[in-house]
Structures are given as structure tokens and as C-alpha cells.
């Protein structure tokens, strides 16, 4: 199998992907290596391998593949079916889901992605749940939707060097986009957030987790696939314990595959009336979408930082011009979203 070690090969064939096999690199993460693989009869099964860096911690192997391996024993599927993992490779095996993303969005999608978090929403109490993880970033008090934003600007911050003079163009002009741009900005929403959220009582006391669900965490249309009108949906190494809150703001705010207003307040509607929510939640997006939407705009320039262009280099995403790319598109975005 080109591209793959032997130890890899000889991992795939004892979890079922056996005889001569051929090896397609997808590159269909920012974040790990995809690779389809198919035997002499054309069966597939899709290989990832997982990126590590002493910068980035996260577990993205195990959190993945235990958040699929529960959603598997409890007879999920509309997503991968996992079929086996090994730490010391840090790779995963999985059945593949046909399908492409959807071309064009509808109110049908809205409803069936709804309808996938409402069904996870219902395993709360299922065996194995509690032993799941907190998502990444997860938001287990009001308070944190306005640390995430406020990390985000920090981090950004940090990058910059005392010394510009070693600098690029574009890297330059990056660095004044957060400093001029995004700054003062996240200033003026973060007071207005704390303005809505006054009357709420203490923002860092925990959420009951009764008020919590199982959350894909990145979660939209970039990492869903349609075949004959039916989604599934895949990547899960952020996976865990979160706030809808959260998940609802993201699903609007993700760039990739933008969801229009009118879908994104479709799908809101949807999954808070399968939530049966009171209104606590809806008053929670009101008060932090704008936040959450700086956080994204952040995390466009991600590039700045050096263990991420190293995370994108190893998923196969060419270095040439990326930086300038992502600052083009937080530029937009943020004219789009927040000027």
C-alpha cells in the first residue's frame, strides 16, 4: 500500500481490511491523514491517521474513536462504524460512509442534522455515556462563551513578535488586522454580551448537566455527506459533554460550508424544541453568537501559529499562499458577520 508503513498495513489487515490492498490519500481533514482504502473486489474502508504535536495535546484518536465506538454500540448510523484503533500508531479504522456534501443547502437538511444531534441528545443516560469526554472548547458555564473568544484574541496577540522586522508582508498585514480589526471589536461585543447576561446570575457557575448534551462539537455541513437525500456525518475528534448553546453558535458561525441565517435560525428552532428548552438556551445564543463569531474569525488565522501550519502540512494542505488566503477570508468574514 503506498504511502503506508508496514506496521500500518499489517494494523488494517487485522481489523478486517485484508489482502492486497490500494491506498487513496483524501486529505479530506485539515487536521489528520485520510486515506481510502479498497481491496481487489473494490470493498472500502477508511484510514486515518492522527495528528500529534507537543503544542496540541488533544487526544483526537481516542476522542474520536470512543465517541464513534459508543455511537456504534448504540446503533447509530449515520456515522462511520468503527472497526479498530491502535494508540501506538495513533491511527483508526473505519467502514466508509458513501457520499458527497450536499451541493446546495435546504430546510430538509436543516431538519435531519437537527434531528442527528437530538438523536445523541437522547443517549444521554446510555451505557458509557458519562464515561465520554468534555468536548474540546466545551462551555460548561456561561461564563467560558466569553473566554473562548477572549483566548482566541489573546493567542493571536501572542504570536506577534516584539521584533516585526523579520516579518513578511502578509504576515504583517495579519498582525495589524488582529490588533485594529478584531480587537476592538471583541471589546465592543464582549461588553454588550456581559450587558445581556447581567440578570443572569453568577456566568462561572456550571451548567446542570442535565443541561448539557453529547456534542459532535465541529459540527456542519463541511463534515456531512449526502447519498440519495440522506446525510451522515463524520469527524469527531473534538467530541464530548457541551452546552447546545455552543454547538448552535458554531453550526452558524462555521466559514467552510456557511449555513444562510434563515437556515441557521431553522435548525435553532428545530433541535431547542426537540431539546424542549424553556428559553434559557435561546437567551444564551442571543447573548454570545456575536462572540462565538470573533472566536471564528480567529480561528481563520489560525495559520499564524506555528503548531497549526504544522497540523495542516501533515493532513496535505499546501503551505504556498495559505496564510494569505485565511486573512482574505477572515477579512470577509468579518465583513460579512461583524463590522
Not at 455511537?71 to 501506538?88: E, I, Q, Y
Not at 506577534?160 to 495589524?176: C, F, N, V
Not at 459533554?241 to 455552543?246: G, S, T, V
Request: proline share 5%; aromatic share 6%.
Amino acid at each position: 500500500m503506498t504511502g503506508l508503513s508496514p506496521a500500518v498495513t499489517a494494523f488494517c489487515q487485522q481489523h478486517g481490511a485484508g489482502g492486497p490492498l490500494h491506498a487513496v490519500a483524501l486529505r479530506a481533514g485539515r487536521n489528520s491523514e485520510v486515506w481510502r482504502l479498497t481491496d481487489a473486489s473494490g470493498h472500502p474502508w477508511i484510514l486515518k491517521q492522527y495528528f500529534s504535536h507537543q503544542a496540541d495535546t488533544r487526544d483526537r484518536l481516542g476522542t474520536e474513536y470512543r465517541f464513534l465506538d459508543f455511537c456504534t454500540r448504540h446503533g447509530v448510523t449515520t456515522v462511520p462504524r468503527t472497526l479498530g484503533m491502535d494508540a501506538s500508531l495513533n491511527c483508526a479504522l473505519y467502514a466508509l460512509l458513501p457520499g458527497q456534501r450536499p451541493a446546495v443547502l435546504s430546510d430538509d437538511h436543516m431538519a435531519q442534522a437537527a434531528a442527528f444531534i437530538a438523536s445523541l441528545c437522547a443517549l444521554r443516560a446510555a451505557e458509557g455515556a458519562d464515561n465520554l469526554p468534555n468536548a474540546s472548547d466545551a462551555c460548561m458555564a456561561v461564563q467560558t462563551h466569553l473566554d473562548l473568544a477572549a483566548r482566541r484574541i489573546a493567542g493571536l496577540l501572542a504570536c506577534a513578535p516584539a521584533d516585526a522586522s523579520g516579518l513578511s508582508t502578509i504576515e504583517r498585514a495579519a498582525h495589524a488586522f488582529v490588533r485594529e480589526t478584531l480587537v476592538p471589536a471583541w471589546e465592543r461585543l464582549d461588553a454588550q454580551a456581559r450587558a445581556a447576561l447581567a440578570g443572569d446570575g453568577d456566568l462561572s457557575a456550571p451548567l446542570p448537566r442535565c443541561a448539557l448534551i453529547l456534542s459532535p462539537s465541529d459540527f456542519g455541513f463541511h463534515n456531512t455527506l449526502e447519498q440519495d437525500g440522506q446525510l451522515a456525518f463524520v469527524d469527531f475528534e473534538y467530541a464530548g459533554w457541551d452546552d447546545p448553546a455552543k454547538l448552535i453558535c458554531d453550526f452558524q458561525c462555521q466559514p467552510e460550508v456557511p449555513v444562510g441565517a434563515a437556515h441557521g435560525a431553522l435548525f435553532q428552532r428545530t433541535l431547542l424544541a426537540a431539546l424542549g428548552d424553556d428559553g434559557a438556551i435561546a437567551r444564551r445564543i442571543a447573548a454570545v453568537l456575536p462572540l462565538h463569531r470573533i472566536k471564528w474569525c480567529g480561528i481563520l488565522l489560525n495559520e499564524l501559529r506555528a503548531s497549526d501550519r504544522q497540523r495542516r502540512l501533515h493532513a496535505g494542505i499546501a503551505a504556498d499562499g495559505l496564510l494569505e488566503t485565511q486573512l482574505a477570508k477572515a477579512r470577509t468574514y468579518f465583513e460579512t458577520h461583524l463590522a
